[in-house]
């Protein structure tokens, strides 16, 4: 509990000193990985947010060996109230209401999750066939570089309407529970003895080969979309997303049984729906007015 927690912290502090740091950036284009890495790379303020990131990372890795998967995404997602805090008081980010009620819907709908679990019935477990991950996350992959990609191209469109950023947030949040899933089967290859079997081991499965895919690709996509979207609804959707796809599909991967009882086994379903049924209901463009376009005043000859 208290390594997801300081999870919780790390990873919500990562993204609100990365959105700052791009914020004063010039306009970063995914099509250009190298500029956006010289940038990225020069600012001391987005150094500091990635390295928050990469203790976040060190951090669920002990969580992965010590909790059930559901319950582990069901603690990971009660960090959205801070990133909301903290990009309101760091970045003057400010949601809507309707923003608001869904973010509540989300902690309402995984708490269910959370209350689904029993400590003394629920295991652990440390391994999934190879062949089954990877039919799992390559297609999501696949559907997360599609998405983000169609995107990209509207974001393009003269006449289009200022994005919220939900498109960005499904898109790495599929990479990012690709990464999840990786996690969990790196944490069942950490030990204390024989650690040269393990390395070799750990070689020989794809968990290193999707986290590096999905860490070079999710770098550069994350932070275009950071940058063009509100962090206070962009990481929401997108944790929400890695959250119930690592749940979801990492528990059977994984063999993580559902719970028998009726109550437990409702309460899981039943949050699970509710939190795909917010997603798919957030505003999809900002509502806030545009500057009118300025014209020249014409005057007669």
Same mark, same amino acid.
């Given at each position: ?25 010039p ?7 190298a500029?956006l890495?010289r +940038?990225?790379?020069? /600012?001391? *303020?987005w150094i500091? &947010?990635?390295? @928050?990131?990469?203790?976040?990372? #060190?951090?669920?890795? $002990? ?5 059930p998967?559901?319950a582990?995404?069901?603690?990971f997602?009660s ?5 909301v ?12 209401g ?20 029993s ?21 999501s ?23 919220t ?9 599929l +990479?990012?529970?690709? /990464?999840? *899933?990786?996690?969990? &089967?790196?944490? @069942?290859?950490?030990?204390?003895s #024989?650690?040269?079997? $393990? ?12 986290l590096?895919f ?25 944790t ?13 991967a ?26 798919l209901?957030?505003p ?10 300025a014209?020249?005043e014409?005057?007669?000859?």
């Amino acid at each position: 509990m208290a390594a997801a927690l300081l999870a919780n912290v790390l990873y919500s502090t990562g993204f609100v000193l990365e959105k700052r740091a791009l914020a004063a950036m010039p306009e970063v284009d995914i099509r250009r990985p190298a500029r956006l890495l010289r +940038l990225v790379l020069g /600012s001391p *303020l987005w150094i500091g &947010g990635s390295l @928050s990131l990469a203790a976040g990372f #060190g951090a669920q890795l $002990a969580v992965y060996r010590t909790l059930p998967i559901a319950a582990a995404q069901g603690i990971f997602v009660s960090g959205l109230v801070l990133l909301v805090l903290l990009s309101s008081r760091l970045l003057g980010e400010e949601t809507t209401g309707r923003e608001r009620y869904a973010l509540g819907a989300i902690l309402a709908a995984l708490l269910m999750v959370v209350l689904s679990l029993s400590e003394g019935s629920d295991t652990v477990s440390r391994s999934a066939p190879a062949p089954l991950i990877l039919t799992v996350c390559l297609p999501s992959l696949a559907m997360g570089i599609w998405l983000y990609g169609s995107a990209e191209r509207r974001s393009r469109h003269r006449h289009r309407m200022p994005t919220t950023g939900v498109e960005y947030g499904v898109a790495v949040g599929l +990479l990012y529970g690709v /990464s999840s *899933l990786a996690i969990k &089967g790196v944490s @069942s290859y950490l030990t204390t003895s #024989g650690l040269g079997g $393990a390395v070799v081991d750990l070689l020989r499965s794809p968990y290193p080969y999707l986290l590096l895919f999905t860490g070079a690709f999710g770098l550069v996509m994350s932070q275009a979309a950071l940058q063009r979207c509100r962090a206070s609804l962009i990481v929401p959707v997108c944790t929400t997303v890695t959250c119930l796809f690592t749940a979801v599909l990492g528990t059977l991967a994984f063999g993580e049984a559902l719970p028998h009882e009726p109550v437990r086994l409702a309460l899981r379903l039943a949050g699970t729906a509710l939190a795909v049924s917010v997603l798919l209901a957030m505003p999809k463009h900002d509502t806030a007015p545009q500057p009118p376009i300025a014209t020249k005043e014409l005057t007669p000859p």
